[in-house]
């Protein structure tokens, strides 16, 4: 019995079954890890753009609020920039009272980033309703001021003699240009 196969097809065939060995040595050896790695990294993938997007939802939910905050409180923050003017205080209020003086404003107390001014005012007044429009003017001023208590008042003939205390705050402009000036450095 004569071998019938050609050496032409034992050729072929030798040749096929190396690049069939080949094939599954880089199917096992190259492209199943890679492929492992792959499933990994699309995971990952997929839970990093999870979290991106929940990131981006909370920023713009965020930013709806502080634009509406902004909106609703825009006098408040413009009060906290203005800076305090005893003068210009005086002038405007001095109708409310029959004498009003302004004794002291202490630079030295700084909270954060905002200056404290400590006012003592003392002033004669026809009434108390006069005191409460002060109030109410101050509610509408163009600072951020709080009325300290106690707030005395003492009966002198037709006059009402008071005296209370007042913090004006405002951005104290000083710490902030200080502290961009240190963090440029």
């Not at 990294?41 to 990093?48: A, E, F, P």
């Not at 109708?95 to 001014?117: M, P, Q, R």
């Not at 005395?152 to 009402?160: H, P, Q, S, T, Y």
Request: charged content about 25%; some cysteine.
């Amino acid at each position: 019995m004569k071998n019938s196969i050609s050496r032409q097809h034992i050729y072929l065939i030798s040749i096929s079954l190396l690049l069939f060995v080949f094939v599954l040595v880089f199917a096992f050896g190259v492209l199943i890890p890679e492929g492992k790695k792959y499933r990994l990294q699309r995971s990952d993938l997929i839970k990093v753009n999870k979290k991106l997007h929940e990131h981006e939802d909370l920023e713009s939910n965020t930013m709806e609020k502080l634009k509406d905050l902004q909106q609703k409180n825009r006098t408040v923050i413009t009060a906290f920039d203005m800076p305090f003017n005893p003068e210009r205080f005086e002038e405007q209020n001095k109708k409310w009272f029959s004498n009003l003086t302004i004794s002291k404003v202490d630079f030295s107390k700084v909270e954060g980033h905002f200056a404290i001014y400590e006012v003592n005012t003392s002033s004669e007044i026809n009434s108390p309703k006069s005191f409460y429009d002060f109030l109410d003017t101050i509610n509408k001023s163009d600072w951020i001021i709080g009325i300290n208590f106690p707030i005395d008042f003492k009966r002198e003939g037709d006059l009402i003699h008071s005296s209370f205390r007042m913090k004006v705050y405002c951005n104290n402009l000083d710490t902030n240009a200080s502290t961009s000036t240190s963090e440029a450095k």
